[in-house]
């Protein structure tokens, strides 16, 4: 009954163009994300969260390497702390394009909202406090912008860059097991069925089947950082962001919308500006970018590469086409991310890919 509800509810908001907005910022009215622990606050949050940061042991040591990844685990979950709160103050006040037909299912929304962010409040301050625990600052939170200005594309914005923490909380439980650091795998691990469990609901909200793939696609915590800091965090508003040695790559835009699970060609532009003319040999710029491929990383597949055809420049701006070579039975639903790169691969895992990445990411979803 809730589940007809929300689509009909749904199917009665607007969709609009993405609007400017003043910067989200932090503290919250709380003081979060500096919360002591123990103290009420903290007690409050886990209330909302309907449960309690973990109480273990923590393990003597641990490599750079992790620190890195806790840190890029806090700065992500700054972000999610940003979007959820600003989701919620939007409803809560019913602000033009997030307002519901149905007061039922909008007390459904708000509660599940409600928990969300406060079980995200609990992974930064779990991070940090891990960080704080082996001697290093916790990542300060930046400045955030959400393109985003209705319910229905706030909640399919959720749900893709939650398909990206998931497959990037792969890699750190990986990267946490080659590192030695095999106390640590087992929170992540819990975190990852946390962040499905919320992308389910945020699934079906916008009518699709909770469960988007039987093996949810992997990413890299360099494409997820990526993914951030383009599309989310003001430039220049992150007090710390140089503690988190992980490269910032330049976007890659997916021009086409409403992307069909079909077999076609799907545009994507980028913008040279920074090299001014000066592009790197390996580009063969005169013979219509040669020298650069697309890969596709898809499910837990080998990534697929695909050439650039139909280049146009114009000024600083090249848009292209390149084949989406949709199958349902093995490439394309849910989550693909797509990089450009500066080989022809082909190439054995997303960190292989990477390793040759140029421009990343632009982001697919279908399902």
């Known amino acids: 009954m809730v589940s007809s509800l929300l689509s009909a509810s749904l199917m009665g908001l607007s969709c609009l163009s993405a609007v400017a907005a003043a910067p989200f910022s932090f503290p919250l009215a709380d003081g979060f994300p500096a919360i002591a622990n123990p103290s009420q606050q903290l007690t409050a949050i886990e209330q909302q969260a309907h449960g309690s940061l973990p109480n273990g042991p923590p393990p003597a040591t641990i490599t750079e390497d992790t ?5 890029f685990i806090a700065f992500n979950e700054l972000f999610e702390v940003s979007y959820f709160t600003s989701l919620i103050y939007n409803i809560t006040n019913n602000v033009p394009g997030y307002e519901f ?4 299912v909008r007390t459904v929304v708000l509660a599940a909202l409600t928990a969300h962010k406060a079980q995200e409040e609990l992974h930064t301050l779990n991070a940090n406090g891990a960080l704080k625990n082996f ?3 916790p990542i300060q939170p930046c400045k955030y912008i959400f393109p985003v200005d209705n319910f229905k594309d706030a909640i399919a914005t959720a749900a893709t860059f939650t398909d990206v923490t998931m497959g990037t909380l792969q890699e750190v439980q990986t990267l946490f097991g080659t590192d030695g650091d095999v106390g640590l795998i087992r929170g992540v691990g819990s975190v990852i069925g946390q962040e499905g469990e919320q992308n389910g609901f945020y699934r079906t909200l916008i009518q699709k089947i909770p469960a988007a793939l039987p093996f949810l696609t992997t990413s890299t915590r360099e494409l997820a950082f ?6 989310f965090v003001v430039p220049g508003s992150c007090p710390n962001i140089n503690e988190i040695a992980l490269p910032i790559f330049d976007p890659l835009t997916v021009v086409t919308t409403d992307i069909q699970p079909v077999s076609q060609n799907i ?3 980028i913008d040279v500006s920074k090299y001014g003319g000066n ?3 390996s580009w063969k710029w005169s013979s219509g970018l040669s020298g650069l491929s697309l890969a596709y990383i898809n499910q837990q597949n080998l990534p697929v590469v695909e050439k650039l055809q139909n280049v146009v420049v114009k000024g600083n701006t090249v848009t292209f086409e ?3 070579p949709f199958d349902e039975a093995t490439f394309g639903n849910g989550l693909t991310i797509a990089a450009i790169t500066n080989s022809t691969g082909p190439f054995a895992s997303a960190d292989d890919v990477v390793k040759a990445t140029v421009f990343a990411p632009g982001l697919i979803e279908i399902n």
Request: charged share 30%.
């Open 67 to 71: 620190k890195t990844s806790l840190r």
């Open 101 to 104: 037909e149905n007061d039922d």
């Open 135 to 137: 001697g290093a600052d």
């Open 226 to 231: 990526s993914a951030l800091n383009q599309d």
């Open 267 to 269: 545009q994507f532009s």
């Open 279 to 281: 592009y790197p040999e």
């Open 322 to 324: 390149v084949l989406f």
